[in-house]
């Protein structure tokens, strides 16, 4: 997976499990509400959660090419789309 793909996916990848998640609290709406759970604050942390979760999960498993070797490369924790190779050892 090339860098950009890698920055699209982790964009709109917690936005699309967010509204999938949204989408199944309101298949479930009434029986939240028939057990006296508030669906709005179900849904809030909910979508915090799996955008996180989503987030962590695409910059721990999803690995990018590296340009140099051709290795795999992952995030560099705490610097935004910066990648180290496992097998030369670059960031890029």
């Given amino acids: 997976m090339t860098s950009t793909r890698h920055f699209a ?3 709109f990848g917690p936005i699309l499990m ?3 998640y949204c989408g199944f609290i309101f298949q479930i709406w009434d029986w939240l509400d028939y057990r006296h ?3 709005l604050v ?3 942390v909910g ?3 799996f955008a996180w979760a989503t987030r962590w999960f695409v910059r721990n498993f999803i690995a ?3 340009p140099f070797c051709g290795g795999k490369s992952y995030e ?3 610097r935004g ?3 180290m190779c496992r097998r030369c050892g670059k960031d890029h």
Avoid: E, K
Wanted: glycine fraction near 4%; hydrophobic fraction near 60%; aromatic fraction near 12%.
């Fill in 42 to 44: 179900v849904i809030l």
């Fill in 47 to 49: 979508v915090v959660f």
């Fill in 76 to 78: 560099i924790p705490d």
């Fill in 81 to 83: 789309n910066r990648f």
């Fill in 37 to 39: 759970i508030s669906p």
């Fill in 9 to 11: 996916l982790c964009f």
């Fill in 18 to 20: 967010g509204a999938i």
């Fill in 64 to 66: 990018v090419d590296c």
